[in-house]
Nanobody
Framework: QVQLVESGGGLVQAGGSLRLSCAAS????????MGWYRRAPGKEREWVAT???????NYVASVKGRFTISRVKNKNALYLQMNSLKPDDTALYYC?????????WGQGTQVTVSS
């Protein structure tokens, strides 16, 4: 089992920045990917960004150039630096990790961007 706890969400004006954090604990020895997803009001959950065990990153087109995903392996920590935030970024943001056998989700942290 892997436990994930997100933090760092909040209310910010358009153009502002936030940094989300995700602390992983439990069986974190075989993680393949770590990533962020989000669910906006009335919409399906959407993949945002992923970082592999080797450090390769990938982003949904709508956040490229504005968001940066990073991890600190020895601290089992995942981050999402979000700059130039837009009202469309308003959502509940979830941390997600995958190992060869399963995937795990955090409870989410709310990000609200006002116009």
């Amino acid at each position: 089992q892997v436990q994930l706890v997100e933090s760092g969400g909040g209310l910010v004006q358009a153009g502002g920045s936030l940094r989300l954090s995700c602390a992983a604990s439990g069986n974190v020895c075989n993680l393949v990917t770590m990533g962020w997803y989000r669910r906006a009001p009335g919409k399906e959950r959407e993949w945002v960004a992923t970082i592999t065990n080797g450090g390769a990153t990938n982003y949904v087109a709508s956040v490229k150039g504005r968001f940066t995903i990073s991890r600190v392996k020895n601290k089992n920590a995942l981050y999402l630096q979000m700059n130039s935030l837009k009202p469309d970024d308003t959502a509940l943001y979830y941390c997600n990790v995958k190992n060869p056998w399963n995937e795990y989700w955090g409870q989410g942290t709310q990000v609200t961007v006002s116009s």
